[in-house]
């Protein structure tokens, strides 16, 4: 598979222009897409009841792959392959409105492909991006702060204090 | 390189079945030249601007990452090359002399054919195969015994070759001005002088196709 082909538009401007980077890391378009990746499909599809049954059709129905994940050697030298990771992504485009969502998750969930990708179509069309914003995005990003949060403690909890004696001559 | 999700159009609905059936219609057109295959895979409407729904379905069909593309002036619009780049992931050339599939929109945009791969004598299939778009063709049955089969009007071709058990009739529908149907006949008579080396041709109108591949000979009067 090629690399992600997701761009086109932030979420909340118009449906004017595209900026093929709207979707790399660091961008909101980006971070929520990797937000919606990293969450649970459960939770997921439970939040999006509500636009279940938003009309789409299909651009790329779900197709399950394999990526080359890269690295860099020493965190800032020459890229490695590092090996092959199956992943999942579908395409689709909202009727109402004309926006496209891609969806892209790692593993072979067909179904998690399909909620992000909704959920990434919504977020681009003006006319529910700000309650699929808050309903959605803000209870995961909650969801996923809590979850760092426990892992810090349970951590923090087995730190252990070294003290060294100078010593003395 | 990112594509404008916004200008991509559909592809096929089922790509797995979609495909193969259009492929085997495809197979059976160039098996048996001179019949019109109908590739009814994509709705009528769902194909980019000035795209055949079956040259749509032969692109989405055939093409892939390894299969060089040319697309003529009045195809080679802003959708069909994201819609292309999202589907197929298929190179896009501008110089048909490197394609591999020629996507011809209308007539009066076709290429020199001797600028296109012929193949080589160890590779006769490294060659192009051009889908040009025109405005109809017809099966013309054969006419009755006592009809002198030379009298048919210039823009009739009788095909005879491998695939055709005795001859067929093809009629292209044109103005009574133009003269592409000639000069694409005499295209396919030099054609076919290189066998078996050569392009092989699919004329597409509407969602049919009928496909002359380098094999078949045109019968001059």
Do not use: F, R
């Given at each position: 598979m090629n690399l992600p082909d997701a761009c086109a538009h932030q979420s909340?401007?118009?449906?004017e222009g595209s900026n093929p980077k709207a979707a790399n890391p660091g961008t909101i378009r980006g971070d929520r897409l990797a937000l919606l990746a990293c969450s649970d499909p459960k939770i997921l599809a439970q939040l999006l009841i509500p636009w279940a049954e938003t009309e789409q059709t299909w651009l790329r129905r779900p197709e399950t792959g394999l990526v080359m994940v890269q690295g860099r050697t020493g965190g800032t030298g020459t890229r490695f392959n590092l090996g092959e990771m199956s992943a999942t992504r579908c395409t689709i485009r909202l009727t109402a409105c004309g926006s496209t969502g891609v969806g892209w998750v790692s593993g072979r969930s067909a179904k998690h492909a399909e909620l992000i990708a909704l959920a990434d179509a919504l977020l681009q069309s003006p006319a529910h991006c700000e309650e699929v914003r808050a309903k959605v995005i803000e209870p995961l990003i909650k969801i996923r702060q809590a979850a760092l949060e426990a892992a810090a403690a349970l951590a923090a909890s087995t730190r252990v204090e070294f003290f060294t004696m100078t010593r003395g001559e | 390189m990112g594509v404008d999700l916004s200008l991509v159009c559909k592809g096929f609905d089922e790509p797995v079945k979609d495909s193969q059936s259009s492929f085997r219609t495809i197979l059976n057109a160039l098996s048996q030249p001179g019949t019109v295959g109908h590739l009814?895979?994509?709705?009528?409407?769902?194909?980019?601007?000035?795209?055949?729904e079956a040259a749509w379905a032969l692109a989405m069909t055939l093409l892939d990452g390894d299969t060089r593309v040319w697309l003529s002036p009045s195809l080679a619009t802003a959708v069909a090359h994201a819609s292309l780049q999202f589907h197929t992931s298929c190179p896009i050339t501008h110089d048909p002399g490197e394609a591999d599939f020629i996507f011809v929109g209308?007539?009066?945009?076709?290429?020199?054919?001797?600028?296109?791969r012929h193949g080589e004598a160890e590779f006769p299939d490294l060659s192009a195969t051009v889908i040009l778009q025109v405005p109809g063709i017809e099966v013309v049955e054969p006419s009755a015994p006592n009809v002198a089969p030379n009298v048919a009007p210039s823009s009739t071709w009788e095909l005879r070759g491998p695939g055709i058990e005795h001859t067929r009739l093809i009629r292209l529908q044109h103005e009574p001005e133009d003269h592409w149907p000639e000069q694409l006949r005499l295209a396919l008579v030099a054609n076919r002088a290189q066998f078996p080396l050569g392009v092989d041709l699919l004329l597409v109108w509407l969602d049919l196709v009928c496909a002359l591949p380098r094999s078949t000979r045109i019968v001059t009067n």
């Open positions: 909340g401007s118009s449906q | 009814d895979v994509i709705p009528l409407g769902h194909a980019p601007e000035k795209w055949t209308n007539v009066n945009e076709q290429p020199d054919w001797s600028s296109l």
